[in-house]
């Protein structure tokens, strides 16, 4: 088995959506996020999920110079943030994406695919 990091973007324009809704508005999102959070247990496919602050809550730390440079907020300009995640097992590439269609499904947003490196 593969493990696969399964990534929900937002763009500035779903957070500012986001941000005008209630906690009702967003309930039928989080029962349906959940549902597909125990379908991946079920499975054997879950390893390990989670949801994040917004980009500006963001600490960089870069400690490649002579010294440690710490800064508030994304290192880089982004038209799109990591909003949460879901590490998975998954056989093949094939399965990993037809996680991430019903995950996509779930939280209502975009749902990146990428392979962990090998050994």
Avoid at 101 to 108: E, P, T
Wanted: charged share 25%; with cysteine.
């Amino acid at each position: 088995m593969s493990q696969y990091f399964l990534a929900v973007n937002h763009d500035e324009a779903s957070i500012a959506e986001m941000e005008t809704m209630t906690v009702e508005d967003m309930q039928p999102m989080f029962e349906a996020v959940g549902a597909f959070n125990e379908k991946l247990r079920a499975e054997g496919a879950w390893l390990f999920a989670g949801g994040l602050q917004t980009h500006d809550a963001t600490t960089v730390v870069d400690n490649t110079g002579e010294a440690p440079v710490v800064t508030d907020g994304p290192f880089s300009e982004s038209k799109e943030y990591l909003g949460g995640f879901w590490i998975i097992e998954a056989a093949d590439l094939d399965a990993a994406l037809d996680w991430a269609k019903q995950g996509s499904r779930a939280c209502g947003g975009p749902v990146e695919v990428r392979p962990f490196q090998e050994g």
